[in-house]
């Protein structure tokens, strides 16, 4: 499936928000690789960071309050941080591409479907015409829609949000992107969307060899879509592995506090175990572990010291003091 | 984060320049009798048309000059700041009283009477509001007292309108259908939930009509269908002072000053009330899930 | 297992007016928000209700609460018509009957400490004294598992799990009988959630709650309800108790549902059926099952004959023409 290039390196990385309030380190000392065509996985709860990384990949995180202050990231060498917007646009819709949670305000609401899947076309190939309308309708059935004159000039608000998705993703296949970044793509959708939706961005991997990263907090999906899983906790990713090590062999007390807490299709339990506390205030996060007020296995350690990235085999990496015993 | 510290970050962007402004207005009105160096209306001829103090020519005595009969021009200025501050406060407090009740009654129950309430706020928007002043004023007697309840008649729809939109939005939260659910009476709902939401945008609105408040009892004075000489009103002394502009042109441009600091005034600190009262601003990055 | 019926649906239908076609109306579109729905609620259990948007849940939901008038049908509250009620009987309806919705956010009034918000439906039903209130607060808070002297704060210091441990609060404060839980964890962290479903059921065995669940999500529904109906379209299209629906689900809109909910365990590699197509826009249906154009086992009946709702094996119930 996946081969062995690195294609994103992203070391380090550090992004901070600089508000009224004070400093919040949304993303704080991220590191890791996508390999090509490989799916990964970036699962967190509110305050994770998750959507700051991609935003930081992609080079907009919102101005003037947030900055990438520290870290590299490398697409295929070239160090992204260090490029200036004009030239991040030759790369964003191109080679990166991003499709997220509300494709209501990707899209733009005053240009009907033809031209916005068209305009995406032409970035790549100088087309116009009958061969651009032809290009258009073999992007639609990419994507398993139907095309006809009517729908080429319908316009976004007359889509329901599974379409409007798959359109989105037809944009992603007119830029034949070599990373596709999917944050939250289908949570805002029914479930029986959600699995049309799941299956084409599969069917797209397969085919074009396409990178993606996929960012939820849904673990179902997660453990259906990603090879590879990184989890994140307040800015830290915390834990990472396959897909089949993250759900039977994790190490990190939130990992397995998470996938415990969740209510099993088909295995109905008396009371479902639980984290206990509340989601980290990002502006007030203790020195050390930001998830040791949550922890069960917690030491004196944790409240002060946060704890080194250590493997444990195989790319199953963890961030915690106690992981060798849990 | 605590509230108080909150309110601490806001203040640190007060802007001062519009407080200060807004403060002066409101000794300028309420001590004029001790601030003010004379009379505003004792007239002496012999004094008529001096030039302000920094010309060569003036004196101290009158700071800012003198008018056509003689009456020191800062005093007047001082003295029509409560003028412009009784017309500006009650006529904002009548106007909003009435748009803020209109507007919620129109929000909340929609329906046929947001269409008559609306319907009657287009037709006064369409008829411009100098005309309906001057019939009003017309039929009713050039007086402080007049003037203050055309502009509050005419200036409610402002209210109303924004005071509406506000309504909308609100009552499409949860809590309002959870006092329903919990019994609440419909006066209730209005009183406890729908208004105290809107109240942020009744006090930014407030600020910024006072502004303009304070400009359209100008004009009306400037027309003489406001307050009558000799009682000094900004407005009025635009009005004398306009044939002396070229060459005694302290008359008619030192009020205007006070017309456009007091706008100006009322204007940052509005902004800034907003910017301080919107619960949007309270810049804690809550994750996007 | 089944007590009494603290709530009886029968036939209930709420059609919406869309706005009109001019001046001179020819006909206003209608929204077929439910369209003939029989269940009933038992005391104690839990009642899941799932489905997909535009189903028409959250509209049942409102319906019982009386937040929307029913455009046809009975709803029974123990046995009297809720239509009907005078002053007095929708007071102590109101007492009966509570709900938790689900944005913690939109639920809560911002300018309102939390303990006047709690203690506000005891103050409209004149119940006890003021200190006699806040007392019963205090109570409340501790009940769901916040601190008592919290009573004092503003909502917005409180995160999503802990206002909705507020709303609960609220909603338990006049002792209902029967709770509408409007996709209550749906909007929350999902380490959240776990803490407060728990609560949730502590405080059904604790107060002889009943609750009706509406939730899109199916495992959660799974894990909290008694008796489950999935609804497509207005429509209830299977009911039967929850391990029954779960284990053998027989209308094929829940087949695909439960194909296609992706669980957290990467060795359960389950093919999803995979429905073709959006969910029909309720305005154009006209006759046959509402399913048809999605459905994998449709044939010519479908779009002649519009299935009901029959019990097929004991106690389950399904809609579809293809299973006798």
């Known amino acids: 499936m996946s081969g062995e290039e690195k294609i994103l390196e992203v070391k380090n990385l550090k992004t901070y928000f600089f508000t009224n309030m004070g400093v919040v380190k949304a993303v704080d000392g991220g590191s890791f690789h996508l390999k090509k065509g490989q799916s990964l996985g970036i699962v967190g709860e509110s305050g994770s960071g998750k959507s700051v990384t991609s935003l930081s990949i992609l080079r907009l995180v919102p101005k003037p309050a947030g900055r990438i202050v520290e870290g590299k990231i490398l697409y295929r060498g070239e160090d992204l941080v260090k490029k200036s917007q004009k030239e991040m646009r030759q790369y964003r819709g191109k080679k990166l591409f991003m499709i997220s949670q509300d494709p209501m305000t990707s899209l733009n609401p005053v240009f009907n479907i033809g031209n916005q899947i068209g305009e995406a076309i032409r970035r790549r190939q100088n087309v116009k015409g009958n061969d651009l309308r032809e290009k258009i309708i073999e992007m639609l059935k990419l994507v398993h829609i139907r095309s006809s004159e009517n729908l080429i000039h319908a316009y976004p608000h007359q889509f329901s949000g599974g379409m409007k998705q798959r359109v989105m993703i037809s944009m992603a296949l007119a830029c034949q992107p070599e990373i596709l970044i999917a944050d939250e793509p289908t949570t805002a959708l029914d479930v029986t969307i959600q699995a049309q939706i799941l299956k084409l961005m599969e069917e797209i991997r397969q085919k074009y060899n396409t990178s993606i990263i996929l960012i939820t907090h849904d673990l179902g999906v997660i453990a259906k879509f990603c090879e590879y899983i990184l989890v994140m906790y307040a800015g830290k990713i915390v834990e990472r592995a396959d897909v089949k090590t993250l759900f039977k062999g994790n190490k990190h007390p939130y990992t397995r506090g998470l996938i415990n807490s969740l209510p099993h299709l088909g295995k109905k339990q008396q009371r479902l175990s639980s984290i206990r506390g509340q989601p980290p205030d990002l502006l007030n996060l203790p020195a050390g572990c930001p998830f040791e007020p949550r922890c069960d296995y917690s030491i004196e350690r944790c409240s002060h010291e946060y704890p080194p990235t250590e493997s444990a085999g195989k790319g199953h990496l963890i961030s915690c003091w106690r992981w060798r015993e849990i | 984060m605590p509230r108080s510290s909150r309110i601490w970050v806001h203040m640190k962007n007060a802007p001062l320049g519009g407080l200060t402004i807004l403060f002066l207005l409101v000794m300028a009105a309420l001590f004029a009798e001790f601030i003010a160096p004379h009379s505003p209306i004792d007239q002496d001829i012999t004094q008529a048309l001096k030039v302000p103090f920094f010309l060569k020519g003036g004196t101290l005595s009158h700071l800012l000059g003198t008018d056509e009969l003689g009456r020191d021009i800062l005093s007047r200025i001082i003295f029509g700041a409560r003028i412009s501050l009784v017309v500006g406060f009650i006529a904002v407090a009548i106007s909003g009283f009435i748009g803020t009740c209109l507007g919620l009654i129109s929000g909340y129950f929609g329906g046929k009477i947001d269409s008559i309430i609306m319907r009657v706020v287009d037709v006064q928007l369409s008829m411009p509001y100098i005309l309906i002043a001057l019939a009003l004023i017309g039929a009713l007697g050039p007086s402080l007292r007049n003037i203050i309840i055309v502009i509050g008649i005419t200036s409610w729809v402002d209210y109303g309108r924004v005071i509406r939109g506000e309504v909308l939005s609100v009552k499409e939260n949860e809590f309002v259908d959870l006092a329903k659910i919990a019994g609440c009476s419909t006066y209730r709902i209005l009183l406890k939930h729908i208004f105290p939401s809107v109240v942020n945008s009744l006090i930014v609105l407030g600020t910024l009509m006072l502004g303009r408040i304070i400009i359209f009892e100008a004009a009306l004075s400037f027309l003489g269908l406001g307050v009558q000489p000799p009682t000094p009103s900004w407005g009025i002394m635009l009005a004398d002072g306009r044939q002396y502009l070229t060459y005694a042109w302290w008359l008619a441009t030192f009020p205007g000053l006070a017309i456009m600091l007091v706008v100006l005034g009322t204007n940052l600190v509005g902004d800034w009330l907003r910017d301080m009262l919107d619960p949007r601003q309270r810049a804690v990055v809550r994750g996007k899930r | ?324």
């Open chain 3, 1 to 324: 297992m089944k007590g009494e019926a603290i709530l009886e649906a029968k036939n209930i239908k709420k059609y919406f007016l869309m706005g009109k076609e001019g001046i001179f109306s020819k006909k206003a579109r209608m929204i077929k928000a439910v369209d003939g729905i029989n269940f009933s609620l038992y005391k104690g259990q839990t009642f899941g209700l799932v489905g997909e948007s535009g189903c028409g849940k959250s509209t049942i939901g409102r319906c019982i609460l009386r937040l929307y008038r029913i455009t046809d049908g009975e709803m029974l509250f123990q046995g009297k018509n809720i239509d009907i009620f005078d002053g007095k009987e929708k007071m102590q309806y109101h007492r009966d009957v509570q709900a938790v919705f689900q944005d913690p956010y939109g639920s809560l009034n911002p300018r309102m400490r939390v303990g006047e918000f709690i203690e506000e439906p005891m103050l409209v039903h004149g119940i006890l004294n003021s200190r006699g209130r806040r007392e019963r607060v205090k109570k409340l808070l501790e009940v769901v598992g916040l601190n008592a002297d919290q009573a004092r704060r503003f909502p917005h210091e409180f995160s999503g799990g802990q206002r909705q441990r507020i709303c609960i609060a609220r909603a338990l404060s006049l002792n209902p009988k029967l709770l509408i839980l409007d996709e209550p964890v749906s909007a929350l962290d999902v380490s959240i959630r776990a803490q407060i479903l728990n609560l949730l059921m502590d405080l059904q065995e604790e107060f002889g709650l009943t609750y009706l669940f509406i939730s899109h999500d199916l495992s959660v529904v799974e894990h909290i309800s008694d008796l489950v109906a999935v609804m497509y379209l207005a429509k209830i299209v299977e009911m039967a108790p929850c391990e029954r629906i779960f284990k053998n689900p027989l209308h094929p809109y829940t087949q695909a549902l439960l194909s296609a909910i992706p669980v957290p365990d990467p060795e359960l590699a389950q093919e999803a059926i995979i429905l073709e197509g959006d969910i029909t826009d309720p305005i154009t249906l006209e006759k046959g099952c509402p399913f048809r154009n999605r459905c994998f086992n449709a044939s010519e009946e479908c779009t002649e004959k519009e299935p009901k709702l029959i019990e097929v094996e004991p106690n389950h119930l399904v809609a579809c023409l293809k299973i006798r």
